[in-house]
């Protein structure tokens, strides 16, 4: 029986593995594995509500053993060390860190998937690896969380203000800032803090570019600027950061902003562990593959997701985006239940639009037909419900229409009666 081994249980990573599990699986004709580090599933892009206080991780944490079960595929925790192409195995880091039972791990694959997703891209910038926070994982959304708290509570102890400094207007950046203005007043009403949120809590914004979100038109990024503006969020655009310190972050014009807490969302690129594999990468460590996203270099490895570096013939590179992941997921789990020797098809990307969220209420985005490809631009209440239907249909592809609509009345029912954001 064949083995396929997926490394990663991002967005695309699981829902492949959920796929051929059902497919392959279920009909024993393949041994399918999952390979995470961690023991559960949370959907990257809502980071930004941890990190705000709005989303309870171990609520929304979807179990990888559990879905294991249920979907016929195999689940092994474990940390990925090394790559052995030659003998087609992968090395795992020992069970326990303790020293009880600190072996490494082999396993053997005959098709391999890297769906490692993307690390922070800190661009060299001097100071910010060491002094800003990042949104790379849930762990990493819980301490910038724990630290606004914290540096909220000893502001209103100490009389002073918090000022919390954004560094990147992309999607991540502007969510984050619009969901903490909305935490810190609610922190307020709990009386968690003694601060007044609209003069004593300071976000900003810092943006290379001209304009926030660079992925919408000009016309959709200005309207989310004045919504972050009418928050009481600064919007600082063509600035571009030229260090970080422990507590500022100085612009190439020299202008220090003062930040109690510096979070920096201004790029990815693939993990250092991608660039060790001795398959060709480009510029960023995403690995290199062909039209059937299989690795350049070898014809039973494939890549999918931010760690991939695949380039549209019309389109150019596909962006870092939680709809490329799931396109190639899906293309990937035809592609690998097809018997041996069938032609293998081409990839292609469609770019169905952008949402990002500017609060519980509100939205902005652009939705580009699959037919026609015209784009339509939309906000406010409308976009907010359009957002919000992105995860379900991530949750669906992953549990079914039955789960999905019990899991949203559980959702609904749990938020009238605990508060709109974690207190502790």
């Not at 699959?370 to 249909?393: E, F």
Request: charged residues 20%; proline residues 4%.
């Amino acid at each position: 029986m064949e083995t396929i081994v997926i490394l990663g249980g991002g967005a695309g990573g699981l829902e492949l593995a959920t796929r051929l599990g059902d497919t392959l699986g279920a009909g024993k004709r393949a041994r399918v594995l999952l390979v995470d580090r961690y023991p559960g599933h949370f959907w990257k892009p809502l980071l930004h509500t941890v990190a705000s206080g709005k989303c309870d991780p171990r609520v929304e944490e979807l179990s990888f053993p559990a879905q294991a079960v249920e979907h016929d595929f195999e689940f092994i925790q474990g940390e990925v060390l090394c790559l052995d192409r030659a003998h087609q195995t992968i090395t795992l880091a020992p069970r326990n860190r303790s020293g009880i039972d600190g072996v490494c791990r082999t396993i053997a694959y005959d098709k391999l998937v890297l769906a490692l997703g993307a690390v922070t891209n800190f661009y060299s910038v001097p100071g910010a690896a060491d002094h800003a926070l990042t949104l790379d994982s849930v762990d990493d959304a819980e301490i910038f969380r724990r630290r606004f708290i914290d540096a909220c509570i000893k502001a209103g102890e100490q009389k002073t203000q918090v000022d919390v400094v954004i560094v990147g207007g992309g999607a991540t950046g502007v969510e984050l800032a619009a969901e903490l203005s909305n935490s810190a007043r609610a922190l307020a009403a709990y009386r968690v803090h003694t601060l007044n949120p609209e003069t004593d809590i300071r976000i900003s914004v810092i943006e290379r570019g001209q304009h926030l979100l660079p992925q919408l038109h000009p016309q959709q990024a200005n309207r989310a600027a004045r919504q972050l503006r009418s928050l009481g969020i600064d919007v600082l655009t063509g600035t571009a950061v030229a260090q970080v310190t422990a507590d500022a972050v100085i612009d190439a014009a020299g202008i220090a902003h003062r930040a109690d807490l510096t979070l920096w969302a201004a790029g990815v690129e693939a993990p250092q562990l991608c660039a060790t594999f001795g398959l060709a990468v480009n510029n960023l460590r995403q690995i290199v593959v062909d039209s059937s996203l299989c690795s350049t270099n070898d014809s039973q490895i494939y890549a999918l997701g931010d760690c991939a570096s695949y380039v549209c013939p019309i389109k150019g590179a596909a962006p870092p985006r939680a709809q490329v992941a799931h396109q190639q997921a899906m293309f990937l789990a035809d592609l690998l239940s097809r018997r041996s020797g069938t032609p293998r098809p081409d990839f292609r990307y469609h770019d169905y639009g952008s949402l990002v969220s500017l609060g519980p209420q509100t939205a902005v985005g652009v939705l580009t037909g699959a037919v026609t490809g015209k784009s339509i631009r939309v906000g406010g209440a409308t976009a907010s419900l359009l957002y919000q239907l992105l995860y379900q249909k991530h949750l669906l592809n992953l549990h079914g229409t039955a789960r999905v609509i019990t899991q949203a009345l559980v959702d609904w029912l749990r938020a009238k009666i605990v508060p709109p954001v974690k207190l502790y």
